[in-house]
């Protein structure tokens, strides 16, 4: 008897958007569905067929907040891909830092129940175990790079 070890399970391919007003505000969502419906979250979502991840996070962002940026304004935070990350299965994002003016004014679109913009240091501490998904390890990383440039 030999022992099945192909992988069955199927990747998905996400983007997540870290999006910085003035300095010491990110962008967050309501998650309007679940997983963790009602929870916080950073922007973002699936990866279309044949779509770069640049332009999913860009059209991401824009669908769910309204807010629009190039492709050349991310910079890569990096990938989370840990197992377990996402309850629906093996998820793997790409994550993206941009920075905007602090006029930019954000409102939820088709893909979020509502928007805010919440100062860096309180996701960092007190929304740290109410964020979804690993979005607080998100933040973190993106926060860390963001301040040591």
């Known amino acids: 008897m030999t022992e099945n070890t192909e992988n069955t399970e199927k990747d998905h391919y996400t983007?997540?958007?870290v999006c910085i007003r003035g300095g010491n505000e990110v962008l967050l969502i309501e998650r309007?569905?679940?997983p963790y419906k009602g929870r916080l979250a950073l922007p973002g979502g699936s990866v279309d067929p044949g779509e770069k991840r640049r332009v999913a996070a860009v059209r991401e962002l824009g669908e769910e907040t309204g807010v629009r940026v190039t492709a050349e304004d991310l910079t890569r935070v990096g990938t989370f891909d840990a197992p377990g990350r996402d309850p629906r299965g093996r998820y793997i994002t790409r994550a993206y830092l941009v920075t905007v003016p602090?006029?930019?004014t954000?409102?939820?679109d088709t893909d979020a129940a509502a928007v805010q913009?919440?100062?860096v240091d309180a996701v960092l501490t007190d929304l740290?175990?109410?964020l979804a998904f690993d979005h607080h390890?998100?933040?973190?990383a993106a926060?860390?790079?963001l301040t040591t440039r």
Request: glycine share 8%; aromatic share 12%; proline share 8%.
């Open 15 to 17: 983007v997540d958007v």
């Open 32 to 34: 309007g569905w679940p």
């Open 102 to 104: 602090s006029g930019t």
């Open 106 to 108: 954000a409102q939820a």
């Open 117 to 119: 913009w919440v100062p």
């Open 128 to 130: 740290a175990e109410n």
């Open 137 to 140: 390890a998100i933040v973190t």
């Open 143 to 145: 926060w860390q790079q």
